[in-house]
């Protein structure tokens, strides 16, 4: 599991963030590698420890959240 960090009110990282509609901090995103759902991203809305964000991402209970389309030209983006 991968875990990244975008400042959103940095240059870098303020084009990001208003793609992925982030109005609140921490904002945590998941993106699965799986090959049906890789082309969505899932917002993750639970509690913020360690344990909850494991089960989250690593027992596919993040098939039950919000999801929406990545951005298409942001389609492509390469997984690793």
């Not at 090959?35 to 639970?46: D, F, I, M, S």
Request: hydrophobic share 30%; charged share 30%; aromatic share 16%.
């Amino acid at each position: 599991l991968n875990v990244a960090k975008v400042d959103c009110t940095s240059e870098l990282g303020k084009g990001l963030c208003q793609e992925y509609e982030i109005r609140g901090y921490p904002t945590l995103i998941y993106f699965s590698s799986h090959p049906e759902h890789n082309n969505k991203y899932y917002k993750y809305k639970g509690m913020r420890s360690q344990e909850d964000l494991e089960k989250f991402a690593l027992t596919e209970e993040w098939m039950l959240a919000e999801s929406e389309a990545i951005p298409r030209h942001l389609e492509g983006f390469e997984w690793w």
